[in-house]
């Protein structure tokens, strides 16, 4: 039984007889550095507070002030956060782009402009309605240099009039964005967005079809980004040493961590600091931080993206080696250096998997949403430790930085466990111990924590030259013996890692395999194939690696599996490829994106199409 | 059976009852004659007469002969010999982790001025509670006898070919950037050594302690400036050192003008008595003059060249828990459900 829900197919942008409720993309065309993103979020906040489930997703570019800026807020009654390819709203205001994002809209699609960019002649199938920003700001904003800003509120204002957002959502979310400390501020921009919604109030006669209407579909939701449910996890997990170096776009998880250390992490009693936050000088640095203080008996995090990961390759493989726990995020983009970096991708599936050199495999988990962010951040730190190893935490610019829909996020049931760590009581019961033992069978040894008051509690760690008891050593037996149980400890990470999703539709002779952020493009496309195609599909959401036998089992029950990469060459394939049999990787098909956008579903879909044909 | 058995001598053990084998370790496997075997046997003589703990201590390295040594002394500590050049951030990571354990890193000149300069800076820069020791023999040895950055102009390579570029003088670069202990010594002159070694031990920041460690097989020829017989003739000692530990009697008389002492944090004494200069060890900018003139003499300058017993170190700078971050228990590091309801709150 499936359990995705069945909802008729939208309807196709064009000339509309009637209104189109909550079902439509607005996008704000700008110039970054020029204060936009306060308007949008208000804007979408706004939605949001009027029940209507929305995303927003910033499409900006490796510059600090001057070049184009998209931002695109999806509203959707069905709660489809997917990215959307068709803008059916937009707003122009970056003099640059203005030309180029007005043909590309489709038929039917609605444009407020700024007055002199003279759009209206360009086209005579959507509808226009120009504004004269400068004229409405002056006598709202006193201050010409504080123009530049609050003249993006003034789009709000004509947008709300427009599409019947209610003003005193706009009020609610403008003040929640200013905060107390800014009463000014906000003074200051609702008088703008006032400004802008009488002025559309006296010009406008609407004539495009999209509607806002009240609904309830956010009730008790949050809004967050991935980046903040993922610090928002570590804190809860316990985590006392962070180590970073800024990168885009995992700068704002640790920026947002620091936040919530600062204010909840403090010993009431002495206030001092139950944490250590370090900006590392380079990766090696936060990578190397990370791993001597997992090593100390710290659970230890890093944050880093793929540029970043590169130069942590060294010591990650002798995280793996000498058995250390740490946890790395790695918010993927595209890269390296510059070309792209604000753009997304899930580009270091492969290579995180394989890391560094000899024969090393990383476990890596994969959130596809900021709930999972959260929990599976609390895992990740729970498996480090358990299994004495580096962990990814998986996610990528379009879920790090990207504002979500959430539903609160659960208090951690389980209490914090730190792994087979033995104590000097311990030593005195067992007389001693091997460092790289396998005493249990698992694979997992037992370690001992720097500092206990033992005389058998040390140990010399190195990297893959040693014996059991962590003694240099360059026979064969011994390095052999050493990586067999390092193979074994990776097996039984497979009854441990986070489960996949799965759903399956008992009609479905294909599935599809995805993780992260794909998840919202493969689940509206599932829709989308059943209402336009008539094809049913299954659908199996990694959120491990190692592989468990879930996903085997899944592909065997369906005759062809889709697997579903942001990045060109396949690299979940590729993994899936590595591990199975000849007659499972005859089954799988591959949908790749790699654009930089985030995924939408009719790129999956036509896909999907075009390959079921053959 | 015997009734008459002679009572074995007592064994002689230091102030917290352990003998001085429990402060060794492994068997080397470095050259005989190798620098880096004194500077290890002054580690188990300093570490043994001062009483630590071993069990307190943790050992940190990089990669090269220098980096190897860890392994041959102190078996009773937890040791991590890392990856190159990269020691600095797994002891500052392992140290904030356990800010009670006494850090103790073992480099080389390769490790730490060539690979590994950067992160040596940056340790430097935040005066990491950690004692530093450059095992300094100019040359790469595992990889026989390549230059690394400290290698002086001028000084011949085993086959003859000179060295063409300037060194980074270690000392130099800590004094400037902003370590709170710097000092240079030679493997071979085991008094001076020792009273460094054991200053740095009772010292709260960062100890940089740059080691002249002649390499008997690539690097003590003839036109070589890091060989025992150059170190002969150029050494410039800068003044005499003593250590008078913290739980030791200090009430010697000392003739004014003569001797120096700086307290220590651990409430020790390193006791420096004046040679032929006057030199004042509080002084950073007369210990850089002091580094420059040497250069141009051509004179390598051994001694304490800097002590700073106030600046603030990085774990104080992060005010730290003074209960080590890992073994606080779940309460302090779990928010109660209370703080997540707040938080979610906010985010509605």
């Given at each position: 039984?499936?359990?995705?829900?069945?909802?008729?197919?939208?309807?196709?942008?064009?000339?509309?007889?009637?209104?189109?409720?909550?079902?439509?993309?607005?996008?704000?065309?700008?110039?970054?550095?020029?204060?936009?993103?306060?308007?949008?979020?208000?804007?979408?906040?706004?939605?949001?507070?009027?029940?209507?489930?929305?995303?927003?997703?910033?499409?900006?570019?490796?510059?600090?002030?001057?070049?184009?800026?998209?931002?695109?807020?999806?509203?959707?009654?069905?709660?489809?956060?997917?990215?959307?390819?068709?803008?059916?709203?937009?707003?122009?205001?970056?003099?640059?782009?203005?030309?180029?994002?007005?043909?590309?809209?489709?038929?039917?699609?609605?444009?407020?402009?700024?007055?002199?960019?003279?759009?209206?002649?360009?086209?005579?199938?959507?509808?226009?309605?120009?504004?004269?920003?400068?004229?409405?700001?002056?006598?709202?904003?006193?201050?010409?240099?504080?123009?530049?800003?609050?003249?993006?509120?003034?789009?709000?204002?004509?947008?709300?009039?427009?599409?019947?957002?209610?003003?005193?959502?706009?009020?609610?979310?403008?003040?929640?964005?200013?905060?107390?400390?800014?009463?000014?501020?906000?003074?200051?921009?609702?008088?703008?967005?006032?400004?802008?919604?009488?002025?559309?109030?006296?010009?406008?006669?609407?004539?495009?079809?999209?509607?806002?209407?009240?609904?309830?579909?956010?009730?008790?939701?949050?809004?967050?980004?991935?980046?903040?449910?993922?610090?928002?996890?570590?804190?809860?997990?316990?985590?006392?040493?962070?180590?970073?170096?800024?990168?885009?776009?995992?700068?704002?998880?640790?920026?947002?961590?620091?936040?919530?250390?600062?204010?909840?992490?403090?010993?009431?009693?002495?206030?001092?600091?139950?944490?250590?936050?370090?900006?590392?000088?380079?990766?090696?640095?936060?990578?190397?931080?990370?791993?001597?203080?997992?090593?100390?008996?710290?659970?230890?995090?890093?944050?880093?993206?793929?540029?970043?990961?590169?130069?942590?390759?060294?010591?990650?493989?002798?995280?793996?080696?000498?058995?250390?726990?740490?946890?790395?995020?790695?918010?993927?983009?595209?890269?390296?250096?510059?070309?792209?970096?604000?753009?997304?991708?899930?580009?270091?599936?492969?290579?995180?998997?394989?890391?560094?050199?000899?024969?090393t495999r990383h476990p890596m988990i994969f959130p596809s949403s900021p709930e999972e962010c959260f929990t599976l951040t609390i895992d990740a730190f729970e498996f480090a430790e358990k299994f004495q190893t580096p962990v990814f935490v998986m996610t990528d610019l379009d879920l790090g930085m990207n504002s979500w829909m959430a539903d609160p996020f659960p208090y951690p049931a389980k209490p914090i466990s730190r792994g087979k760590v033995l104590d000097?009581?311990?030593?005195?019961?067992?007389?001693?111990?091997?460092?790289?033992?396998?005493?249990?069978?698992?694979?997992?040894?037992?370690?001992?924590?720097?500092?206990?008051?033992?005389?058998?509690?040390?140990?010399?760690?190195?990297?893959?030259?040693?014996?059991?008891?962590?003694?240099?050593?360059?026979?064969?037996?011994?390095?052999?013996?050493?990586?067999?149980?390092?193979?074994?400890?990776?097996?039984?990470?497979?009854?441990?890692?986070?489960?996949?999703?799965?759903?399956?539709?008992?009609?479905?002779?294909?599935?599809?395999?995805?993780?992260?952020?794909?998840?919202?493009?493969?689940?509206?496309?599932?829709?989308?194939?059943?209402?336009?195609?008539?094809?049913?599909?299954?659908?199996?959401?990694?959120?491990?690696?190692?592989?468990?036998?879930?996903?085997?089992?899944?592909?065997?029950?369906?005759?062809?599996?889709?697997?579903?990469?942001?990045?060109?060459?396949?690299?979940?394939?590729?993994?899936?490829?590595?591990?199975?049999?000849?007659?499972?990787?005859?089954?799988?098909?591959?949908?790749?994106?790699?654009?930089?956008?985030?995924?939408?579903?009719?790129?999956?879909?036509?896909?999907v199409v075009r390959q079921e044909a053959k | 059976m015997s009734t008459a058995t002679i009572p074995p001598p007592p064994k002689k053990t230091n102030r917290i009852g352990l003998e001085v084998v429990n402060y060794r370790g492994g068997k080397t496997t470095l050259c005989a004659g190798c620098g880096h075997n004194s500077i290890s046997e002054r580690v188990v003589e300093c570490f043994y007469e001062l009483g630590i703990e071993p069990t307190g201590v943790?050992?940190?390295?990089?990669?090269?002969?220098?980096?190897?040594?860890?392994?041959?002394?102190?078996?009773?500590?937890?040791?991590?010999?890392?990856?190159?050049?990269?020691?600095?951030?797994?002891?500052?990571?392992?140290?904030?982790?356990?800010?009670?354990?006494?850090?103790?890193?073992?480099?080389?000149?390769?490790?730490?001025?060539?690979?590994?300069?950067?992160?040596?800076?940056?340790?430097?820069?935040?005066?990491?509670?950690?004692?530093?020791?450059?095992?300094?023999?100019?040359?790469?040895?595992?990889?026989?006898?390549?230059?690394?950055?400290?290698?002086?102009?001028?000084?011949?390579?085993?086959?003859?070919?000179?060295?063409?570029?300037?060194?980074?003088?270690?000392?130099?670069?800590?004094?400037?950037?902003?370590?709170?202990?710097?000092?240079?010594?030679?493997?071979?002159?085991?008094?001076?050594?020792?009273?460094?070694?054991?200053?740095?031990?009772?010292?709260?920041?960062?100890?940089?302690?740059?080691?002249?460690?002649?390499?008997?097989?690539?690097?003590?020829?003839?036109?070589?400036?890091?060989?025992?017989?150059?170190?002969?003739?150029?050494?410039?000692?800068?003044?005499?050192?003593?250590?008078?530990?913290?739980?030791?009697?200090?009430?010697?008389?000392?003739?004014?003008?003569?001797?120096?002492?700086?307290?220590?944090?651990?409430?020790?004494?390193?006791?420096?008595?004046?040679?032929?200069?006057?030199?004042?060890?509080?002084?950073?900018?007369?210990?850089?003059?002091?580094?420059?003139?040497?250069?141009?003499?051509?004179?390598?300058?051994?001694?304490?060249?800097?002590?700073?017993?106030?600046?603030?170190?990085?774990?104080?700078?992060?005010?730290?828990?003074?209960?080590?971050?890992?073994?606080?228990?779940?309460?302090?590091?779990?928010?109660?459900?209370?703080?997540?309801?707040?938080?979610?709150?906010?985010?509605?």
């Amino acid at each position: 039984m499936s359990t995705l829900e069945v909802s008729p197919a939208e309807a196709s942008s064009g000339q509309y007889a009637e209104s189109v409720v909550n079902d439509f993309s607005i996008q704000v065309a700008t110039v970054n550095g020029s204060g936009s993103q306060t308007a949008n979020t208000v804007l979408m906040r706004s939605l949001f507070q009027m029940g209507i489930p929305v995303s927003g997703k910033n499409m900006f570019p490796s510059n600090i002030a001057g070049l184009p800026t998209w931002f695109t807020t999806r509203v959707s009654k069905h709660g489809h956060v997917a990215r959307r390819k068709e803008i059916d709203f937009l707003v122009a205001m970056n003099p640059e782009t203005a030309r180029e994002d007005v043909m590309k809209l489709e038929s039917g699609a609605a444009v407020v402009y700024d007055e002199p960019l003279g759009l209206k002649q360009l086209r005579s199938d959507v509808h226009f309605y120009p504004v004269p920003f400068d004229k409405l700001v002056a006598p709202v904003c006193p201050d010409a240099k504080l123009r530049k800003l609050v003249r993006n509120m003034i789009y709000d204002g004509i947008v709300a009039w427009l599409l019947s957002i209610e003003m005193e959502e706009v009020h609610t979310a403008l003040i929640r964005q200013f905060g107390k400390r800014k009463a000014k501020a906000a003074d200051l921009n609702w008088g703008a967005a006032k400004a802008g919604y009488d002025y559309a109030a006296q010009t406008f006669t609407k004539t495009d079809p999209f509607r806002a209407e009240r609904m309830n579909g956010t009730a008790g939701k949050i809004i967050i980004d991935g980046n903040s449910a993922c610090a928002l996890g570590a804190m809860f997990a316990g985590v006392t040493v962070v180590t970073w170096y800024p990168i885009t776009p995992s700068s704002s998880l640790v920026e947002s961590l620091m936040v919530y250390l600062k204010r909840y992490r403090h010993d009431p009693a002495t206030g001092k600091a139950t944490y250590a936050v370090v900006q590392a000088e380079d990766e090696l640095a936060s990578i190397g931080m990370a791993l001597g203080a997992g090593w100390a008996g710290a659970r230890s995090m890093t944050s880093t993206s793929g540029p970043g990961i590169s130069l942590m390759s060294e010591f990650i493989g002798f995280g793996y080696y000498a058995e250390i726990p740490a946890v790395i995020f790695d918010v993927e983009r595209v890269g390296p250096s510059t070309g792209l970096p604000t753009r997304t991708m899930q580009g270091d599936i492969l290579s995180n998997a394989l890391l560094s050199h000899g024969d090393t495999r990383h476990p890596m988990i994969f959130p596809s949403s900021p709930e999972e962010c959260f929990t599976l951040t609390i895992d990740a730190f729970e498996f480090a430790e358990k299994f004495q190893t580096p962990v990814f935490v998986m996610t990528d610019l379009d879920l790090g930085m990207n504002s979500w829909m959430a539903d609160p996020f659960p208090y951690p049931a389980k209490p914090i466990s730190r792994g087979k760590v033995l104590d000097a009581e311990d030593l005195d019961r067992l007389g001693g111990f091997g460092r790289y033992q396998d005493v249990d069978g698992d694979g997992i040894p037992y370690r001992t924590l720097p500092g206990t008051k033992h005389n058998k509690a040390a140990y010399f760690t190195r990297g893959s030259g040693h014996n059991e008891k962590a003694q240099y050593t360059e026979r064969e037996d011994d390095y052999v013996n050493n990586m067999d149980r390092l193979a074994r400890k990776f097996e039984t990470m497979r009854q441990f890692v986070p489960e996949p999703v799965v759903t399956i539709n008992p009609k479905a002779s294909i599935g599809f395999v995805a993780s992260g952020t794909s998840d919202y493009a493969v689940r509206e496309s599932c829709e989308q194939l059943r209402a336009e195609h008539g094809i049913e599909a299954s659908y199996l959401r990694l959120r491990a690696y190692p592989f468990t036998s879930h996903l085997l089992d899944f592909i065997r029950s369906h005759d062809r599996v889709y697997v579903v990469d942001q990045n060109r060459d396949g690299q979940w394939l590729a993994l899936m490829r590595l591990e199975m049999d000849p007659e499972m990787i005859a089954k799988l098909r591959s949908v790749r994106y790699y654009g930089g956008l985030p995924l939408d579903a009719r790129t999956v879909t036509e896909e999907v199409v075009r390959q079921e044909a053959k | 059976m015997s009734t008459a058995t002679i009572p074995p001598p007592p064994k002689k053990t230091n102030r917290i009852g352990l003998e001085v084998v429990n402060y060794r370790g492994g068997k080397t496997t470095l050259c005989a004659g190798c620098g880096h075997n004194s500077i290890s046997e002054r580690v188990v003589e300093c570490f043994y007469e001062l009483g630590i703990e071993p069990t307190g201590v943790a050992k940190f390295s990089g990669i090269g002969c220098s980096s190897k040594s860890p392994a041959y002394f102190l078996g009773m500590s937890h040791g991590f010999n890392s990856v190159h050049g990269r020691m600095p951030s797994v002891a500052t990571g392992a140290l904030l982790a356990n800010r009670n354990m006494l850090g103790l890193g073992v480099t080389g000149d390769g490790d730490t001025a060539s690979i590994g300069i950067g992160q040596f800076m940056h340790l430097v820069r935040r005066n990491m509670p950690l004692m530093y020791i450059i095992e300094n023999n100019g040359v790469y040895g595992l990889t026989k006898g390549q230059f690394s950055a400290t290698a002086d102009i001028g000084s011949t390579a085993k086959g003859g070919s000179p060295n063409e570029l300037p060194p980074f003088d270690c000392c130099a670069l800590a004094l400037k950037w902003g370590a709170t202990f710097v000092a240079r010594s030679f493997s071979g002159d085991k008094k001076q050594l020792q009273a460094i070694i054991k200053a740095a031990i009772g010292h709260s920041g960062l100890s940089v302690i740059d080691v002249i460690s002649p390499c008997v097989t690539f690097n003590d020829h003839e036109g070589s400036t890091k060989s025992y017989g150059y170190m002969k003739e150029h050494e410039a000692v800068l003044h005499e050192l003593d250590y008078v530990p913290f739980f030791e009697d200090i009430s010697v008389e000392i003739a004014e003008g003569e001797v120096r002492d700086v307290t220590m944090h651990d409430g020790s004494h390193l006791r420096i008595r004046k040679l032929d200069r006057d030199f004042d060890p509080t002084d950073r900018l007369a210990a850089l003059a002091a580094l420059e003139e040497a250069e141009t003499k051509e004179e390598v300058l051994t001694g304490v060249l800097y002590v700073n017993t106030h600046k603030p170190t990085f774990v104080d700078l992060l005010n730290l828990s003074d209960e080590p971050l890992a073994s606080l228990p779940q309460d302090m590091l779990r928010p109660s459900s209370l703080v997540l309801d707040e938080v979610m709150e906010q985010l509605r």
